[in-house]
């Protein structure tokens, strides 16, 4: 089982629509979790944090964490077409005495006009 | 306040060689991680740094291999290079306190003939 699992797609959504991006992770001791963007061809780039269970908005963006669960979220409202992008999660991870960022493997969504 | 900066963008080398590549983190960022990013299987953890140390080492065979100078700045090294290795090469960078978000740099595109 990958520690961060996202659901892989590709996602299509209409303009205006909402997007959801799914991602759950293995380890319980998980503090913080991550969604960053990735155009094709650049590096990724932080959209949200999140730590506290519960939902964390941010312009379109919103991000919903159910720890008991082990899921994270994040929905887009209004989905552009600039949005087309992979969307990775990642958690801090415990690993020995350190944390690491663990991403999943990325969701590819694609906005039509 | 300048960005990541990674050394060299793209490169090519042929099997059997070694490659340095270098990360010049975020001013006051005193870690620096890298990651491998390959089409089948996404962001993988290579390493983290932090005052010259490694703190944290993903699951990569002996022939990855980092440092950190004193100056934060950071390299990695891949000695006998397989085709596999070919991939997008991300160094990131991050404060040592707060949210633990990563700051990615745009990449080192390695090719291996």
């Known amino acids: 089982q990958k520690e961060v699992e996202q659901n892989s797609g590709p996602l299509s959504v209409p303009e205006g629509a909402i997007a959801s991006l799914n991602c759950t992770y293995s380890d319980r001791g998980s503090q913080s979790f991550f969604w960053y963007r990735q155009y094709s061809g650049k590096s990724p780039e932080l959209i949200m944090f999140i730590y506290s269970n519960g939902d964390k908005e941010d312009g379109r963006f919103t991000a919903q964490l159910n720890k008991a669960s082990q899921y994270v979220s994040l929905l887009i409202r209004d989905s552009q077409p600039s949005d087309s992008a992979t969307y990775l999660c990642a958690a801090r991870i415990s690993s020995g005495s350190a944390r690491q960022l663990t991403f999943g493997s990325g969701t590819q969504l694609t906005v039509l006009p | 306040k300048a960005g990541v900066t990674q050394t060299p963008r793209y490169l090519i080398k042929t099997r059997g060689q070694q490659v340095t590549l270098s990360c010049s983190p975020i001013s006051g960022h005193r870690s620096v991680s890298w990651y491998q990013q390959t089409p089948g299987q996404g962001l993988q953890f290579l390493f983290e740094y932090f005052s010259e140390t490694q703190r944290n080492k993903g699951n990569f065979p002996g022939r990855f291999s980092g440092r950190q100078f004193s100056n934060s700045r950071s390299e990695m090294n891949v000695s006998t290079l397989e085709l596999g290795d070919s991939a997008l090469y991300l160094c990131?960078?991050?404060?040592?306190?707060?949210?633990?978000?990563?700051?990615f740099g745009e990449g080192s595109r390695l090719t291996v003939l």
């Open positions: 990131a960078s991050k404060q040592v306190t707060g949210t633990g978000e990563l700051f």
